[in-house]
Each structure stands twice: as C-alpha cells, then as structure tokens.
C-alpha cells in the first residue's frame, strides 16, 4: 500500500467525521481531515527541522518544524501523534507527545485540522528516508532567523506561528 492509499478520516468543520477516503482522494479533492504536528525538541531544548522528501505528496522538499503527518481513519490525534513521531524521528520508545492546542488549516485548496503537541526525544534519531531528506536541531533563535530563507510547508508556519502565540499566552 502506498501513502496515497491510505484511508482518512473525512471531517466537518467541527471536527466531526463525515466520511473516509484515501489519502489521494482527499489530497486531490481537498477534503478536510485530520493530522497531527509534533514539535520535537532534543534534550538540549533544540528544535528538530527536517526538509521533506521530493517525493511527499503535499509540500515536497519544503522544511518544516513539526513531525507529524495524517491521522489514519478510526484513529485518534493522540495515537497518530506517537505513531508519527516515531515513525519520522526513527526511534521507539518515545515518551506520549503533549497535546497543547487544535486549529483548522484551510488554505490554496488544503483543509485539516491540526493537533499541535510537543515532545521531548532524548533518543539518538534515525529520520525516515521516506519522509525526511536532511535534518538537524535548531535552537529557538537559530529557527527564526530560517524562517525567510527557507522553503517552509505553509501548514506548519502556520501552526509554528500558533504556538508561539499560545506560549506567549500561557
């Protein structure tokens, strides 16, 4: 099975499951469905950011800030935060990730909605080759000076934004 055949979750605009398609389907539909993003931080407190394969079928050879990906049909964000992370960071064992705050991305045809965690991941990581084309950890400041020189997948500025915000809030 390829990533494209994957089965979703179709939502509502609250969240609400209305449907399933695969992944493929929704992507070129633009159907509204769910996934998660995980900040992973390293026991230095350093961000992990990776630059997206050529091959991903949203946002190929963009950098994000988040691991993360598609919450798969009948499943939970909180699974699919765990499962994702360790998945892209190629590790097992990985404590729960903390889920701080949902949002809806609805933009240029692609519409999900977001949980937004944080993990801490002490593990040496061995990224997914599939998913991940380069990577490395970035301090706060480090990060932000990226952010207008990098190619950045939209969803995760997005969500990167948020977060900042509901830090600053908390």
Same mark, same amino acid.
């Given at each position: 099975?390829?990533?494209?055949?994957?089965?979703?979750?179709? /939502?509502?605009?609250?969240?609400? /499951?209305?449907?399933?398609?695969?992944?493929?389907?929704?992507?070129? $539909?633009?159907?509204?469905?769910?996934?998660?993003?995980?900040?992973? $931080?390293?026991?230095?407190? $350093?961000?992990f950011v990776h630059r997206r394969t050529a091959t991903k079928l949203v946002f190929?050879?963009?950098?994000?800030?988040?691991?993360?990906?598609?919450?798969?049909?009948?499943?939970?964000?909180?699974?699919?935060?765990?499962?994702?992370?360790?998945?892209?960071?190629?590790?097992?064992?990985?404590?729960?990730p903390e889920p701080l705050f949902k949002f809806l991305y609805d933009s240029d045809?692609?519409? *999900? *909605?977001?949980? /937004?965690?944080?993990?801490?991941?002490?593990?040496?990581?061995? +990224?997914?080759?599939?998913?991940?084309?380069?990577?490395?950890?970035l301090t706060d400041e480090e990060l932000v000076r990226r952010l207008g020189d *990098? +190619? *950045? /997948?939209?969803?995760?500025?997005?969500?990167?934004?948020?977060? $900042?915000?509901?830090?600053?809030?908390?």
């Open positions: 099975m390829t990533p494209s055949d994957e089965i979703l979750d179709i /939502v509502d605009e609250n969240d609400e /499951v209305v449907g399933q398609a695969t992944r493929g389907e929704a992507t070129a $539909r633009g159907l509204r469905h769910r996934c998660a993003f995980i900040e992973a $931080r390293d026991a230095d407190g $350093r961000i190929p050879s963009h950098y994000d800030m988040f691991v993360g990906g598609v919450v798969g049909a009948g499943e939970t964000y909180d699974e699919a935060a765990l499962r994702e992370a360790e998945e892209e960071l190629g590790v097992t064992g990985l404590p729960r045809g692609h519409s *999900w *909605w977001s949980y /937004v965690y944080q993990v801490r991941c002490e593990l040496p990581v061995k +990224p997914q080759v599939e998913e991940v084309a380069w990577h490395t950890f *990098w +190619p *950045w /997948v939209p969803d995760g500025l997005e969500g990167y934004r948020r977060l $900042r915000a509901f830090r600053e809030a908390s």
